[in-house]
């Protein structure tokens, strides 16, 4: 049945492929028809003269209605049945003019080879015609050079053409006197641009025959060079005025044309390959154009038959055509070695200097050290921080248009001569010459405050933190050595935190080595459970009751026993770890709070505070992993704060969006270490936050007696604005005392407890106040 249904599905293919042949058979007995009659009458007028132009005029019908079957049929493309649009347009006007021709010659009561004006204008319409069909082809040639070259090319033809048709046609027509010169010269310029079509179609083909069948192309241009040469064969019948090459060279043409609409009509609808980059079609035409105008030169000169300064003018025209040419492939051949050298040694995005140019100007650099430069060279390796997050969250668009901004500002942030090149990803080097030690940390410096201005990165608002490594060397030291210190360096300051700069210290290696083993092992952690919660109490100045608890996680190691945060939080940022570590704090935290509340409920902390980083922030997701935390533990959302410090507040950018969310979702937000930063009074005017901490460094102040100016003015503005204060870092009752004069509510620090486990806080929730409250 399946087979049963293909066979009846292809008949329509079949009959037309039947019919397609069937058009090419009907083509090749009107060309043997009117050979036919042409032999005949060969010696003499033997059968009526109209026999002899029956056959041309019929043949043109075939291909218009096969090319016009092609232009309907809608699984070609566009390109593909505009071409056979002006190829059925091409053979109308070759049917027009050959039967315009057999008017001229049967006309009158003699016969007569002449042709009137209509018929030299139907014919050069004709070619016309074909040659703006094969232009409006889609090539893929679109360089000015490729079209220059083509269009010099073309001139070649025509130049070498016209020669010979004058020599070999025309002239030798018009000493014959059986020919008007006007209509000789008119018919002679349509032979030559049959010429010019065939060099057109020997283009096309060469250049990708992308929307035309390949063979349908050999067709028209076997085609086309029949036509032409019957214009050289003219002058054998010029004796019989009966006879006319086009009688039998129209059919043969239309053979050819029908033919080649058979081929593409069996051809792939699909576009064709393209011709691959970088080759010449038909390179060597003009130098075989010069090679056959040379010949004739010479056949005439020694023939003597007065061509001779004809043939010199066009071998000298055609010399400087060639070369011309020449000079524009050679003009762009240089421009491609300059391209091609350049990309070679320069970054395809930035335009800077690459990996391989950057070792051959080091090794440069520090051969010099030993020419009379007083100080050695330093290579300072920049890795931007968290580069990946804004690939994976705003996608690969914004991150090019990071590293664009990035390569501007350290080019303008270096010294003049200094060379900036990029190695790859966000890795940037700065090769220093000729620069103490701490001039390079003084460069270094001034590239990460370059940076530290907001990038707007495609529609993004990003700041920008690298870490800088710097090695020194001196003549005889090794390249690869010299950049593997600054590798080491960068590292460590991306481990010490990031958005910094370190020089290279012998022993850093084994430091950097160490975190980077951390790093592996806090994966491990986080899958196996040995992070866990502890919880600060927040407490009030005013009777010591337990207000709230701030979250830290702990890293239970089963070496090197319970880490504090700083040891490996930095490391969960680097590694991005800290998105998962983040997540179970957060988890944890809220599960923990709402147990609190159904075990001892007013006395439980009023909510529970959970550090977050700009990481976690950039995550699209997040604001929705919040809400769900808070759904699946039962907690009001009030009752949750989270904490962000003003560095991660500043890196923030779009993600602030995600702060709002969450505001708008009832979680309140508060800006930690407040004052530490040169934009803390404008963090308050543009972020979502409800609650600011005082930096411990204003509490230890207070410790020693100095300045209570700063704690209390943060404590006014905070009134003013709206927002509650917490001081961070108590550690003594003197700094307590102080704190409550001063008009503070609510305080943290060793001095009320230090981070404790759950059931620790369970404890203290049934007992008395927590010590040390200013009461």
Request: proline share 5%.
């Amino acid at each position: 049945m399946r087979d049963g249904k293909l066979r009846v599905m292809s008949r329509p293919l079949q009959h037309r492929a039947r019919a397609a042949g069937g058009a090419t058979l009907a083509s090749a007995v009107l060309a043997a028809f009117a050979v036919s009659v042409f032999a005949v009458n060969l010696s003499g007028p033997r059968t009526p003269l109209v026999l002899l132009w029956l056959a041309a005029p019929v043949s043109v019908v075939i291909p218009v209605l096969a090319a016009a079957r092609i232009t309907r049929a809608a699984r070609f493309p566009a390109p593909t049945r505009r071409f056979w649009r002006h190829l059925a347009t091409c053979a109308a006007l070759a049917g027009i003019g050959v039967a315009s021709n057999a008017r001229d010659a049967l006309g009158s009561d003699t016969a007569s080879q002449d042709l009137s004006p209509v018929t030299v204008a139907t014919y050069s319409s004709a070619v016309l015609t074909l040659l703006w069909g094969l232009w409006r082809l889609p090539l893929g040639t679109t360089s000015r050079g490729d079209r220059m070259r083509i269009g010099m090319d073309a001139g070649t033809v025509l130049v070498a053409a016209t020669v010979f048709m004058w020599h070999y046609q025309t002239r030798p027509l018009l000493e014959a006197g059986n020919y008007r010169a006007p209509s000789l010269i008119a018919a002679s310029f349509t032979l030559v641009l049959e010429l010019l079509a065939v060099f057109a179609i020997a283009k096309v083909a060469l250049s990708g025959h992308r929307f035309v069948a390949r063979g349908a192309l050999h067709l028209f241009a076997a085609g086309m060079v029949a036509g032409a040469l019957s214009g050289f064969l003219q002058r054998l019948i010029v004796d019989k005025p009966h006879l006319g090459l086009s009688q039998i060279t129209v059919p043969l043409v239309m053979i050819c044309a029908t033919a080649a609409a058979r081929r593409q009509w069996q051809a792939s609808t699909a576009p064709g390959r393209r011709c691959p980059a970088g080759t010449r079609p038909s390179s060597n035409l003009p130098y075989l154009a010069v090679a056959a105008v040379d010949t004739l030169l010479l056949v005439t000169i020694f023939t003597d038959d007065g061509d001779e300064r004809l043939a010199a003018v066009a071998a000298v025209a055609l010399t400087a055509l060639v070369v011309w040419r020449q000079i524009t492939v050679f003009r762009e051949n240089a421009r491609l070695v300059a391209r091609l050298d350049h990309n070679a040694t320069h970054d395809a995005l930035t335009q800077l200097p690459n990996r391989a140019l950057f070792n051959e100007t080091l090794a440069a650099a520090l051969s010099s050290t030993a020419a009379g430069h007083r100080h050695g060279v330093s290579v300072a390796l920049v890795d931007l921080d968290d580069f990946k997050t804004v690939n994976d969250t705003l996608g690969h668009a914004a991150g090019d248009a990071l590293l664009l901004a990035v390569a501007q500002r350290l080019v303008s942030a270096v010294r003049p001569g200094d060379v900036v090149a990029r190695l790859g990803g966000d890795e940037f080097v700065v090769i220093l010459d000729d620069v103490t030690p701490a001039g390079a940390e003084q460069v270094a410096r001034r590239m990460i405050a370059a940076l530290g201005e907001p990038v707007v990165a495609d529609g993004h608002e990003l700041l920008v933190r690298a870490s800088i490594g710097i090695a020194g060397g001196r003549s005889g030291d090794d390249a690869g050595d010299l950049l593997r210190r600054a590798d080491i360096a960068m590292y460590a300051a991306k481990h010490g935190g990031g958005s910094s700069c370190l020089s290279y210290t012998d022993g850093m290696a084994g430091a950097v080595a160490g975190s980077a083993a951390l790093g592996a092992q806090l994966r491990q952690a986080v899958d196996n459970g040995e992070l866990f919660v502890e919880y600060q109490p927040i407490v009030s100045l005013d009777n010591g009751r337990m207000t709230a608890v701030e979250a830290l996680v702990r890293w239970a190691h089963p070496t090197r026993g319970t880490l504090p945060p700083a040891e490996f939080i930095p490391v969960a940022e680097r590694t991005g770890l800290i998105v998962a570590v983040g997540e179970l704090v957060l988890r944890e935290a809220c599960r923990q709070l709402a147990r609190w509340s159904a075990e001892h409920g007013q006395l439980a902390p009023a909510a529970v505070n959970v550090n977050v980083s700009a990481r976690q922030l950039a995550e699209p997701s997040f604001a929705d992993r919040v809400a769900a935390a808070l759904t699946e533990t039962g907690l009001a959302p009030h009752r949750l704060t989270l904490e962000i410090t003003e560095s991660t507040a500043v890196a923030l950018g779009d993600a602030v969006a995600h702060l709002e969310a969450l505001r708008r979702l009832g979680v309140r937000v508060a800006l930690d270490d407040f004052g530490t930063d040169q934009s803390s009074l404008t963090l308050l005017q543009n972020l979502p936050v409800d609650e600011i901490k005082l930096d411990r460094s204003f509490v230890q102040r207070l410790a020693s007696g100095r300045a209570e100016a700063m704690p209390a003015a943060v404590l006014a503005l905070a009134r003013v604005v709206g927002l509650d204060v917490v001081a961070e870092g108590v550690e003594v009752p003197e700094q307590a005392q102080q704190l409550a004069t001063l008009g503070y509510r609510t305080a943290q620090g060793y001095h009320f407890a230090r981070p404790m486990p759950a059931d620790a806080v369970d404890r203290l929730l049934t007992a008395a106040p927590v010590a040390g409250a200013s009461t």
